[in-house]
């Protein structure tokens, strides 16, 4: 089902269809370049997956990450909900051998909203919320473990944003398995902001996954995610399990697409994403 939007939206939509041109044209032209720089150090990418790879940005090189597109529908007895977002952004910029600053949008969020009970459709569309975070390597830049701290600001609008500042720290792990696999791990503790728009909360889990190179270019992994959330107004755990593929079009640059499954009540029942990274 094609979501239709409304007409204040399409000057934001321009925009971003424009935003996302720009990046294409940036970011293919290095496909025939596939050769080209055979010392090139190993593409460190954050996409595609739930878990967060422990490898750092070299210093003096920037990582952009862009979600071209991310469709969750989540449906329940009441209502059904399908959600867009266009144009996440996320630049890691290294400053030091085991030391990277991060700093990501959210993107420009399209929701569509039907009530079964009145029955009421609403649709909005709102800029997300910056966040802000650096990642460090315990043991090195290439990991296998650091740790990772990150601040949300409630910079954007509507059902976009939280309405309060939220943050947390992740320690991401890589375990190296036989015949190329490779375990990543991600445990996680949020503040996160309370549904009410004041205060914040406990959310704790992670995320577990595996991955493995299935050509010289094209990986492929599958993963879980749990996350228990202590709102006050009403616990909730959500899960999803997904599996993704990365194509690496050249050393620095790679497209990755996934699929997911809500496990949970609480969860998106579907999501579908695709995006790319780039090394500058």
Not at 77 to 89: E, H, Q, T, V
Request: aromatic content about 8%; hydrophobic content about 40%; some cysteine.
């Amino acid at each position: 089902m094609k979501m239709k939007l409304p007409a204040s939206s399409k000057p934001m939509i321009c925009l971003a269809a424009i935003f996302l041109a720009a990046i294409f044209g940036f970011a293919f032209p290095t496909v025939a370049m596939a050769d080209a720089l055979p010392s090139e150090p190993a593409f460190c990418a954050a996409r595609p997956g739930q878990t967060t790879p422990p490898c750092v940005v070299a210093p003096g090189s920037a990582m952009i990450e862009i979600g071209l597109a991310t469709w969750e529908h989540s449906k329940t007895d009441s209502a059904r909900n399908n959600d867009l977002s266009l144009s996440a952004i996320a630049l890691r910029y290294g400053i030091a051998p085991r030391l990277e600053l991060q700093v990501g949008w959210a993107g420009l969020a399209f929701s569509s909203h039907l009530d079964y009970v009145t029955p009421d459709r609403s649709r909005a569309t709102n800029p997300g919320d910056l966040t802000v975070g650096a990642l460090y390597g315990l043991l090195g830049q290439d990991g296998p473990v650091a740790v990772q701290a990150f601040v949300t600001l409630p910079t954007g609008k509507g059902a976009a944003t939280d309405g309060e500042w939220s943050g947390g720290v992740r320690l991401p792990v890589a375990i190296p398995l036989a015949n190329d696999w490779q375990l990543g791990l991600t445990p996680e503790f949020d503040l996160a902001a309370n549904s009410s728009g004041h205060g914040r909360h406990s959310a704790f889990g992670g995320a577990a996954g595996i991955s493995r190179p299935i050509s010289g270019q094209i990986s492929a992994g599958v993963d879980i995610s749990v996350i228990e959330d202590r709102d006050p107004e009403g616990s909730s755990t959500s899960s999803m399990t997904s599996a993704s593929i990365a194509w690496q079009t050249s050393p620095n640059s790679q497209l990755d697409f996934g699929v997911g499954l809500g496990l949970t009540s609480s969860s998106p029942r579907a999501q579908i994403y695709v995006g790319f990274s780039k090394r500058l």
